[in-house]
């Protein structure tokens, strides 16, 4: 058994190795790609401004309205303006020998009384989708603030409409655990609901697999000379577990690394450009900064280590559980086409149990959350995901409730598998009812 | 002394019976065979015997003793539908079934290394499966099933879906290892193919042991007296006798069959004073499948 288990991993390493390692590094590439999409896909742009209406050309509160359009970072990329006297047609001909993108041309209107209001941007290429609501947004508010300009309301009353900035900050009744950011626990929880989901479904299906295998090419019978049926499978399931399990710590480890070594590319970059850039947006990094060290802060705060305990249980919990049912739907299946049909009941608790995990963050002390984080078919999901909020959400009964069943959970499934698994492994050819299944549940030897 | 015992064997499945009360006993030292018709329970027999099913009632002996334990380590078992993992190299592949055997990961690779070098196939050792052609895994196979030199080589259909050549391999490897000490149980229901081969034979029908004993022993005890004798020239008329009955004819080959006490010689002298020109002659015994087709016959009509 202790052979097989080991002979296992070794079976799956060609596989194994790729997909532990590609799996991070395609992450990786995602993430690099985006952040490489986000450095090159913004351009500078330099725009003309031609203004019939005056009102962008008028000093305001702070400047020119067309100084406030200045500079317009986004994403990366900045758009700058200048203001223009000549005529829009000639503009057409004459502004790129003039070294500029586009013309932003604004028609005479009336602030008072526009409620539609139509502007042109001339160009020969596209904005993009993001650019140009951004400064549809920013040619909105300056609009929105003329207006209440107009209607004769103090400059400093105008200028503190936009000096409002909140936050919520909620606090935990316990003094225990600092309480995490909302955001971040419904981040940690999605992520560890979805990555239990992804892991029972995968190595559930690959014990299956491996089980229908040994089956279809009789090499059971074989094996079965020299080991009890019951060792095969646990030791199947073992050695597969063991395998998600190791690829697993290198996953984290790996992502560890790439998120650190990404975040130091990011902080390396993010000093580069601060030096380019001029103050105000200084200003703005800060407050980036701060928001990142804020994120950073509640992040520490978690508690990553018990969090972490208590996913690897539920992990082996939940796996034990499904793959011990996977491996008998395994043994009933031997030729893998009719397999779908018999896979159904097992995978629809799981698919189930991962739509329970919505319900839960909407409300992760609710009723539906509660359930689904004892009962054993949906725990391993869902109670990771719960204590993701915070471990004061979950009562410690609840907890040793959840956990106590999920053992007697995959003891039971085990027993029941092994009974079909015994049966089931060498029974060739003939299409099983489920009555028949049940009725090998109660042969006693 | 048996090496392998069966007592009151019986196996159920739901509603129908594939064993009743089988009792059995093999040998040390001899070749083996399980013979009987499709679905007769000869591997659910020897599923019995190698531990992968249990019986519903009934013992195994191995060696006098009903330690399971040894029993398993002692018997080589190849099924009928062979079967490796695919995607396994040769070697690995070996030494994993061995250790399975031996609990012992050292020895097996030394028994494996071995076996391979006695058939002249160390090369293999790397070589995924799904590389090999048929007859090349069936080698593999068979080392599989011997390489921790078992006492008792149990064959499900050896020979089923081969061709003459790798049917002659096997059988000769079936003798090689019975020279070794070992003995080999095998089932089929080609009865006629595996005569010269088996020294002791049991027959079996529908999860009944029919009749069972040495192969030679068994057709001597169901001969019918059937003689052929080839003739030269034309047959001159012989009346029959009480003793003697013609059968059949065809060309220049007559087929007697003596009743009574009465010896071929007898039959020979009669034939002589008849002036008949003797060319051979021949007994006649029972084959197998003959002697098994009229033991069910007359058992059904019990």
Same mark, same amino acid.
């Given at each position: 058994m202790i052979i097989k288990r080991e002979y296992l991993s070794r079976v799956r390493t060609r596989t194994f190795i790729l997909t532990t390692l590609l799996a991070p590094l395609g992450l990786l590439l995602l993430l690099s790609f985006q952040f490489i999409v986000l450095i090159f896909s913004g351009e500078d742009w330099k725009i003309l401004v031609k203004d019939e209406s005056s009102y962008f050309n008028t000093v305001n509160v702070s400047g020119t309205l067309i100084s406030k359009l200045q $500079?317009?970072?986004?994403l990366n990329s900045t758009i700058f303006f200048k203001a223009t006297d000549e005529s829009y047609d000639s503009l057409k001909s004459s502004y790129k020998e003039k070294g500029y993108d586009g013309i932003l041309y604004i028609p005479a209107f009336e602030i008072k009384d526009s409620r539609h209001l139509k502007f042109e941007l001339y160009s020969e290429n596209f904005l993009g989708v993001n650019k140009l609501s951004a400064l549809r947004e920013k040619l909105r508010i300056i609009l929105r603030e003329t207006r209440i300009k107009e209607a004769g309301l103090p400059d400093e009353l105008i200028a503190s409409l936009d000096k409002i900035d909140l936050e919520i900050k909620e606090i935990g009744a316990n003094k225990n655990i600092a309480k995490g950011s909302s955001d971040i626990a419904y981040g940690i929880g999605f992520a560890m609901g979805f990555l239990m989901y992804l892991v029972i479904i995968i190595y559930g299906t690959s014990v299956m697999k491996g089980v229908s295998e040994e089956k279809s090419n009789r090499i059971v019978e074989v094996i079965l000379s020299s080991v009890k049926p019951f060792q095969l499978m646990l030791g199947k399931i073992i050695g597969i577990g063991l395998v998600g399990l190791t690829q697993f710590i290198i996953w984290i480890m790996l992502s560890a690394g790439t998120y650190f070594v990404f975040m130091l590319v990011l902080a390396n970059f993010a000093d580069l450009s601060a030096l380019q850039s001029s103050l105000p947006q200084q200003a703005n990094m800060d407050t980036q900064m701060m928001q990142a060290q804020q994120m950073a802060e509640v992040i520490r705060n978690f508690p990553i280590k018990w969090l972490l305990l208590i996913f690897l249980f539920y992990f082996l919990g939940g796996y034990m559980l499904y793959a011990s049912l996977f491996a008998a739907v395994g043994a009933l299946v +031997?030729?893998?086409? $009719?397999s779908q049909a018999l896979v159904f009941p097992v995978t629809l608790p799981i698919i189930i149990s991962f739509f329970m995990l919505f319900a839960l963050f909407e409300n992760p002390s609710g009723q539906m959350a509660t359930w689904a984080s004892i009962l054993p078919f949906s725990s391993p999901i869902n109670m990771p995901a719960r204590l993701?909020? +915070?471990? $004061?959400?979950?009562p410690i009964w609840q907890l040793i409730l959840s956990i106590a069943l999920l053992i007697l959970g995959f003891i039971f499934t085990t027993w029941i598998a092994a009974k079909i698994y015994r049966v089931g492994i060498l029974i060739y050819g003939k299409k099983i009812s489920l009555k028949e299944v049940g009725k090998w549940l109660f042969y006693t030897h | 002394m048996y090496i392998l015992e069966l007592e009151n064997v019986s196996k159920r499945f739901g509603d129908y019976q594939a064993l009743q009360s089988m009792n059995l006993g093999i040998p040390p030292g001899v070749i083996f065979a399980l013979l009987g018709p499709n679905g007769a329970g000869k591997t659910t027999l020897l599923r019995i015997i190698t531990h992968i099913i249990a019986a519903d009632s009934g013992r195994v002996l191995f060696e006098g003793k009903e330690n399971v334990e040894n029993r398993i380590r002692k018997i080589g078992y190849m099924p009928e539908e062979r079967g490796l993992?695919?995607?396994?190299?040769v070697g690995e592949q070996l030494r994993y079934l061995t250790a399975l055997k031996l609990g012992n990961a050292a020895e097996a690779k030394k028994k494996v290394i071995g076996w391979l070098k006695r058939l002249n196939i160390e090369d293999w050792y790397n070589k995924p499966v799904s590389e090999l052609s048929k007859g090349m895994s069936q080698k593999v196979q068979f080392i599989a099933t011997v390489a921790h030199d078992p006492q008792l080589i149990i064959l499900d259909e050896p020979f089923s879906g081969l061709d003459p050549i790798n049917s002659q391999l096997i059988e000769d490897e079936i003798i090689a290892l019975r020279d070794g000490g070992a003995s080999i149980l095998f089932s089929t229901h080609r009865m006629e193919q595996v005569e010269g081969l088996c020294e002791e034979i049991a027959l079996v029908n529908k999860g009944r042991l029919i009749l069972n004993g040495r192969t030679k022993e068994i057709k001597n005890r169901y001969k019918k007296n059937y003689f052929r004798i080839g003739i030269e020239g034309a047959l001159p008329v012989i009346e029959e006798t009480p003793?003697?009955?013609?059968e059949k004819q065809s060309g220049n080959e007559l087929l007697y069959r003596l009743y009574g006490d009465h010896t071929p010689n007898e039959l020979l002298r009669h034939l002589l004073d008849k002036g008949v020109e003797l060319h051979s002659f021949n007994e006649v015994l029972p084959t197998i499948n003959e002697i098994f087709i009229e033991q069910v016959s007359t058992r059904n009509d019990e």
């Open positions: $500079d317009e970072k986004q +031997g030729e893998e086409n $009719d993701a909020f +915070g471990f $004061d959400q979950v | 993992y695919k995607k396994m190299k003793f003697l009955h013609l």
